[in-house]
């Protein structure tokens, strides 16, 4: 038998961490997560699905995911059930992960670094036979006086 559930989604809100009396961490959230088809208005519809992590991962979770962060999960489908304040029986399905990975930086989701409108700027090593290529953002032609000789012979076909 096999019962093994992987997602990517984004929170809902904010995971709750709380700890059992026994002091094991754990955080429930809920994921939303799109369904891979439109309904017949067009828009793409998305599953609410309940995840619980436990320990380390739980603690992590709740220090560094928040409302909107774009999580994978990976764990299995648990069901259970209560008995509802009216007295009536109600039913839980909830994914309980074995790992929570976090898909974005950590500061994706604020405008701190996006306020300021510069990009970041990353550093290349290059050799110095690399520094003569043209660069992919550059037109090549426009320099260019005229049109382009092209004979016959460079053609493919």
């Not at 909107?68 to 509802?84: C, D, K, N, P």
């Not at 989701?109 to 290349?124: A, E, H, K, L």
């Amino acid at each position: 038998m096999i019962n093994r559930v992987v997602l990517v989604g984004r929170l809902t809100k904010d995971p709750d961490l709380r700890y059992t009396p026994s002091g094991v961490a754990v955080a429930r959230f809920t994921l939303a997560v799109n369904r891979t088809f439109s309904n017949a208005q067009g828009e793409r519809e998305a599953d609410f699905i309940n995840c619980t992590v436990w320990r380390k991962q739980a603690e992590n979770t709740a220090n560094f995911l928040k409302k909107g962060s774009l999580a994978g999960v990976e764990g299995r489908i648990q069901t259970g059930s209560y008995e509802g304040q009216d007295g009536k029986r109600v039913y839980t399905t909830e994914v309980v992960a074995d790992s929570v990975q976090f898909l974005e930086p950590r500061n994706a989701n604020t405008n701190t670094d996006r306020s300021s409108g510069q990009q970041p700027s990353y550093q290349q090593n290059q050799s110095p036979n690399q520094q003569n290529h043209t660069r992919v953002d550059e037109d090549p032609f426009s320099s260019g006086s005229g049109p382009i000789e092209v004979s016959d012979d460079d053609l493919p076909f």
